[in-house]
C-alpha cells in the first residue's frame, strides 16, 4: 500500500498520518518526526536525542531535539523546534597555552547536513523550515554547538 511505502522511507510518515485522523499532533509527535528525519541519516549516527536525555557531560557529538512553542489548539496550528548540534572543541596552543576553540568545519558539515535532511523532507500536510542558525558555547559541557530553530506550520 501507499502508506507502507512511506513508511519505509521515512518512518515517520505512517505513524503521523494516522494520528491527523485521529486529531492534533502533539509537542511529541513533532520532536518524532524530526528523530525520526535525523536518526541514522547524518554523520553523527545514532546520537540523536530529544529533549534532556543526551548524557550528562557528553563531550561527542551529538545532536538534540527539543520544542520552544506549541500555538493553537486549532488547525492551522503553529510549531517551534530546535535542533542543537553539539560538537567537541579543538585544542589549539597560543603563546604556549592550551585553548579550546570550535571545530566550526566539522560544525559546518553537520549542520549543512541537517538543513538538507529538514528541507528535503516531506511529511503529508506539515510544512518544516529551517529559521534561524547560530553558534554559542556550552559552559556546562565546555563545548561549542550550533542551533538551527525550526518553524512548522501544519495545515492538515
Known sequence: CRSCRKARTLKADFSINRKYQKGMI??????????NLLIDKTSVGSKVYVGDTRPLNDENEAITINTITLMSDALPMTRVNNITVYCPDIVTIVNGLKEKKRNRVRLREISKEVISIIRTATVDGILITPDTITTS????????????????????
Request: hydrophobic share 35%.
Open 137 to 156: 558555547y556550552d559552559y556546562q559541557v565546555h563545548q561549542h554547538y550550533t542551533n538551527i530553530r525550526l518553524n512548522w506550520l501544519i495545515q492538515k
Open 26 to 35: 502533539s509537542i511529541f509527535d513533532t520532536e518524532s518526526i524530526i528523530f
